[in-house]
């Protein structure tokens, strides 16, 4: 009886975790995370704002820039956050690495059912030697996306 609660009891923390895996293949690579909640609206069109000055490249639900070529993979992580109710959830990725090395590709990849978030860029990118990608997910929804980040 004491397992199968102790089973049970492991189950439900593993699915209330927060899950974010990083796997950075270059061990010069940082990646660093920002995550905010918004429930105001007025508090999400101000940092929606804030961003249109950025350099956001792409804004869909997969995101895809750059060539792979002869390329190698820099960083390759797994981003998931679950819904929070009536909750616009905010996270900024940042991947820094050697001055040496320069971004050749991204790949931001949505896993599993849509949940209707949005990747975007807003720092950085091909040819630098860092990038900060935005997550935004829809209200009250949560979000699965895999990042994989090339260059020479």
Do not use: C, W
Request: glycine residues 8%.
């Amino acid at each position: 009886m004491k397992s199968l609660l102790l089973v049970v009891l492991l189950a439900a923390a593993a699915t209330a975790a927060i899950v974010s895996q990083d796997v950075a293949e270059a061990p010069e690579g940082v990646v660093e995370y920002e995550e905010i909640l918004y429930s105001d609206e007025t508090e999400l069109a101000e940092v929606e704002e804030a961003g249109s000055r950025s350099v956001e490249i792409e804004s869909r639900r997969n995101l895809s820039v750059g060539t792979i070529g002869n390329s190698r993979l820099l960083a390759n992580t797994q981003h998931i956050r679950g819904a929070v109710a009536n909750t616009i959830i905010v996270q900024n990725i940042t991947f820094n690495f050697a001055s040496s090395i320069r971004i050749a590709a991204i790949r931001v990849t949505r896993v599993g059912a849509s949940q209707n978030a949005t990747p975007s860029i807003v720092s950085g990118g091909l040819n630098r030697n860092f990038v900060t990608i935005r997550i935004t997910s829809a209200r009250g929804r949560g979000y699965n996306y895999r990042i994989q980040i090339y260059g020479r």
